[in-house]
């Protein structure tokens, strides 16, 4: 009698042991920080690797939806696949809905659950880059044509759809009088073509632009510099 509840007592011992010793590997494949980084309204999703220690043998699973969809959508290009990211840029093109991203990790034979991202909103989360500018000299003023980076669209005619389409946008542009080190802003406002007159002549000048959103109170990176002589 004794010997048979100690056989009992081994096999549950035993059966928790299997049981709940592989649950951690579970929990330990699925991926982390699953988050959209997007950039110009491409939209990326991002994540990381699970914590157990996983040579290149796992592979991801990658599903997405609209906030407010019951079904999520397998990503097909991105199932089982061994990249750490996933390009879904035209499966979140509607810019002011919310959306939501999720991973899955297989490895030898076992799978994670899902990692789900927050909630994510093109419109408000992508961040602009700076404005494309140029400048050359006309007549000792400096002649500065902007235009807004293009964005992942494009119209019926097969333009690219400008990020003016979506945002109102204002251009801000500084020059930097090379022999006095001194930076200034010359111009602020919707115009994406700036004469910038009363220069010294027989100077350098550089100038960067940047991009503001007054409705999101937030500024892109600034352009390189470009930068001219003043006869």
């Known amino acids: 009698e004794m010997s048979k509840h100690c056989f009992l007592g081994f096999l549950v011992s035993f ?3 299997v049981v709940l010793g ?5 929990a ?3 991926p982390q920080r699953v988050q959209f980084q997007s950039r110009n309204f491409h939209n990326i999703l991002h994540w990381q690797p699970g914590r157990a220690l996983i040579g290149n043998s796992s592979v991801y699973f990658v599903q997405y939806k609209m906030y407010g969809e019951r079904q999520w959508k397998s990503k097909k290009d991105c199932w089982g696949i061994q990249e750490l990211f996933c ?3 035209d499966e979140t093109s509607d810019i002011q809905e919310p959306y939501y991203g999720r991973v899955r990790t297989a490895s030898g034979g076992s799978h994670s659950g899902w990692s789900m991202t927050q909630r994510f909103t093109p419109w408000w989360e992508t961040k602009i880059d700076p404005p494309v500018m140029n400048i050359t000299q006309v007549n000792g003023s400096l002649l500065v044509t902007l235009r807004a980076p293009d964005l992942p669209y494009r ?7 400008s990020m003016e389409n979506y945002y109102e946008l204002v251009y801000r542009v500084f020059i930097i009088n090379n022999s006095l080190e001194k930076e200034q802003k010359v111009y602020e406002g919707a115009h994406r073509i700036v004469e910038i007159k009363a220069l010294a002549p027989h100077s350098g000048y550089c100038a960067v632009a940047e991009m503001y959103q007054p409705t999101l109170d937030r500024s892109s990176r600034r352009s390189e510099e470009s930068c001219v002589e003043i006869p």
């Open 87 to 89: 390009d879904l840029t």
């Open 155 to 161: 119209d019926q005619k097969g333009t690219n759809i």
């Open 15 to 17: 059966f928790l042991t």
């Open 28 to 30: 330990s494949l699925k």
């Open 22 to 26: 592989a649950q951690p590997t579970h």
